[in-house]
């Protein structure tokens, strides 16, 4: 393995967005290590990558974020195929359907909660600390509705962690100053994923309201995980955040939509 390889760790890549940002990174020659909690997924998407790029650049890890032991597991199995990790993107996350705080189960509060925010610190405790042994390295926590403060009908419990992911961020990179060490954050916006689709069900009134907003603000993962790839790979300041729907071009897109129609769901 080449010393200059960047060496990169991504949760919950074997789907969605991870998984984009596993190939935008394989294309730009690093190192990539892709993880789900489960091994089927795990498995399909290490093979689904060997195809496209060399075996040797590929790892792929089973970790459940919310187990401690696994996310440490999986950042030494990184580190021994790899000869250490420079960048760890925490993005495994949990959805649910939009349904008020009081609706949901128990075991969903737990799910969302320990996945999201759980997950989140197990992945920085565990890379800050062996960076911080290295001299050297990045972390990145991928925000989501919520982050910014802004509320959505049903979705306070995922809002609520989501806003916590933009505290705990700040609060990592004040902590990082001189070390070294980066911490940032991803927001990628509204993407076409199974997060963005699932809590809605087909044919419902519901879901095409939702899809009219999303054919707007919303695009494919192979657009945005390319960018946001090239953002992390440039980047050299410590708290920078990489934000791909601004506010500019939420406003270019909604003046645009009379003109301009699209379909991100294969509906023509």
Not at 113 to 122: A, Q, R, Y
Request: hydrophobic share 40%; with cysteine; aromatic share 8%.
């Amino acid at each position: 393995m080449a010393e200059t390889m960047t060496r990169v760790v991504i949760t919950g890549s074997t789907r969605g967005f991870g998984y984009g940002l596993a190939e935008a990174f394989l294309q730009r020659g690093c190192a990539v290590t892709l993880t789900s909690r489960t091994a089927r997924h795990v498995r399909e998407a290490e093979h689904k990558a060997s195809a496209q790029f060399q075996p040797e650049r590929i790892l792929g890890q089973v970790c459940d974020v919310r187990e401690y032991e696994q996310v440490v597991d999986l950042r030494d199995a990184a580190s021994d195929q790899f000869g250490g990790v420079d960048i760890w993107i925490n993005n495994a996350g949990a959805g649910h359907n939009q349904r008020s705080l009081w609706e949901h189960d128990p075991e969903e509060l737990h799910r969302v909660v320990e996945t999201n925010l759980m997950g989140l610190l197990n992945g920085v405790k565990v890379a800050v600390q062996r960076m911080l042994q290295q001299g050297r390295g990045a972390v990145y926590n991928v925000e989501g509705l919520g982050s910014d403060g802004r509320r959505e009908q049903g979705l306070a419990l995922y809002g609520s962690t989501k806003r916590a992911v933009r505290y705990l961020t700040e609060s990592l990179v004040k902590e990082l100053e001189g070390t070294g060490v980066l911490a940032g954050a991803l927001s990628p916006g509204m993407m076409v994923t199974h997060l963005l689709t699932d809590p809605y069900e087909e044919g419902t009134d519901r879901w095409e309201r939702a899809k009219r907003i999303f054919n707007i603000l919303a695009d494919r993962v192979d657009t945005v995980a390319p960018w946001m790839a090239d953002q992390v790979l440039q980047n050299t300041r410590n708290g920078a955040r990489m934000q791909w729907l601004t506010r500019r071009r939420m406003i270019a897109r909604f003046l645009l939509a009379p003109f301009r129609k699209r379909d991100l769901f294969g509906d023509d």
